[in-house]
């Protein structure tokens, strides 16, 4: 590695007729309201000190030689200066080249990172390496750079997905310990509530995948408030910290996660509160429908109130095994605005509904009324919310079930 030359305020190195040099960019968790973590990130100017993008830099590299050795500089550079503040406790973030991660194990990494970590003092679980998701290469050299990764002790951090072709394979694959969504899936979360419920999905998914998940790219209040809302991990972006020379000490939240959070609390009691009140008088004439037909009434005239309310679409009866009890009785507006598209979805007698939360619950809640989140309807490929009441009737325990059509704009 190059001579290290302090300028004062950090460390620099020379490549060629270039001056490199590290910022920082803290990452907040959102339950522990701290930093918890910085990215490093290169800094570059010419002769005359102009800046030179960073991307660059690297792609000036004439061969993979020199790729390996400007990439690895970079990081020995950034390490020196994270640990020139001394933060024990917190992550360093270092962006490494696909290529030449691929290359680790053919080129002496697990050499180098000891140097680099017995240098500065690092411990390698402190490390964490980021590769780019939309540059993944599929050949078998990238499997063996992860289990070198994972037997040096660093964690792995999937970056930019989201963005371009991005698939659940590679995750599978490479088995982050953190995935960072490009900061453009958090953008249009923040414009389309539709967005951002894939977004949450895509979260609770990644979870389950065993990765936690950061978004990037934070600019404003609303986006922030959006990754709150869909269960991300980690934040970062200029709404919270820019990248600096020094890093950020302060113990407590900054004012503007302090915000997220009034936001998400804000909006939480109003969604539930509007939820309610719309809910209501769907809520009291599913419990009275139910009431007519355990006293041997018609399902179709119990139903008649729910279903003249006005995005009421269907009820419908289930046995204790969840099977669908005789068919769907709809709402005139249903029955016009059908898709018929889903014809073949139409008949649902003897479908059986037993892994809808709609149907646990009323079991499990004898007499109260359930309500769902919005959820896909199969019979329409439609979001819907279904309320939901289990009854008695000649000894037999069902489950009477309504669905109301919601949309986005209902949330």
């Known amino acids: 590695m190059p ?54 830099v690297l792609a ?103 963005a371009g072709h991005s698939n659940f394979d590679r995750v599978w694959q490479i088995r982050p310990e953190i995935v960072k969504f490009d900061r453009r899936v958090v953008q249009r979360a923040a414009l389309q509530p539709s967005v951002a419920r894939l977004v949450a999905q895509m979260t609770s998914l990644l979870h389950e995948c065993g990765a936690l998940v950061l978004c990037e790219g934070i600019e404003t209040l609303d986006e922030g408030y959006v990754a709150l809302e869909c269960g991300v991990d980690f934040v970062q972006g200029y709404l919270f910290g820019r990248p600096a020379i020094d890093l950020f000490t302060e113990r407590a939240a900054p004012s503007l996660l302090d915000a997220v959070w009034s936001r998400f609390d804000e909006q939480h009691e109003l969604s539930e ?51 669908q009890v005789g068919d769907n009785v709809a709402s005139p507006r249903y029955e ?28 499990q809640a004898a007499g109260q009324v359930q309500v769902t989140r919005p959820y896909l309807s199969i019979t329409g490929a439609r979001m819907c919310v279904t309320v939901s009441v289990s009854l008695t009737l000649g000894g037999r325990r069902l489950v009477l079930g309504g669905d109301i059509a919601w949309d986005s704009s209902s949330d």
């Not at 809520?283 to 429908?289: I, N």
């Open 273 to 323: 509160r509007r939820s309610r009140e719309r809910l209501a008088p769907y809520r009291a004439a599913l419990a009275q429908a139910a009431v007519e037909i355990a006293a041997g009434g018609s399902q179709a005239q119990a139903c008649r109130a729910f279903l003249d309310l006005p995005a009421a679409e269907l009820c419908y009866l289930l046995d204790e095994q969840g099977v």
């Open 60 to 162: 000036a590299c004439r061969s993979a030689d020199e790729l390996v050795y400007v990439d690895r500089m970079c990081r020995w550079l950034h390490s020196a200066n994270f640990a020139r503040q001394a933060r024990a406790d917190h992550w360093l973030f270092l962006n490494v080249h696909p290529a030449v991660f691929a290359q680790g194990p053919q080129r002496g990494t697990p050499g180098y990172m000891k140097s680099l970590t017995e240098q500065f003092n690092l411990r390698p679980e402190q490390l964490v390496l980021e590769v780019t998701e939309d540059a993944i290469s599929e050949d078998e050299r990238f499997g063996s750079a992860v289990e070198l990764a994972h037997e040096l002790g660093c964690l792995l951090a999937l970056d930019d997905f989201g």
């Open 3 to 56: 001579p290290l030359i302090f300028d004062g305020q950090q460390w620099t190195c020379m490549h060629g007729e270039l001056r490199l040099s590290s910022h920082f960019q803290p990452i907040f968790s959102l339950a522990h309201r701290r930093a918890v973590g910085h990215e490093a990130l290169l800094r570059a100017c010419d002769a005359q000190g102009r800046p030179v993008p960073p991307p660059q």
């Open 336 to 363: 016009a605005e059908r898709p018929v598209q889903f014809a073949p979805l139409a008949d649902a007698s003897q479908a059986r509904w037993a892994r809808r939360p709609y149907f646990r619950r009323a079991l």
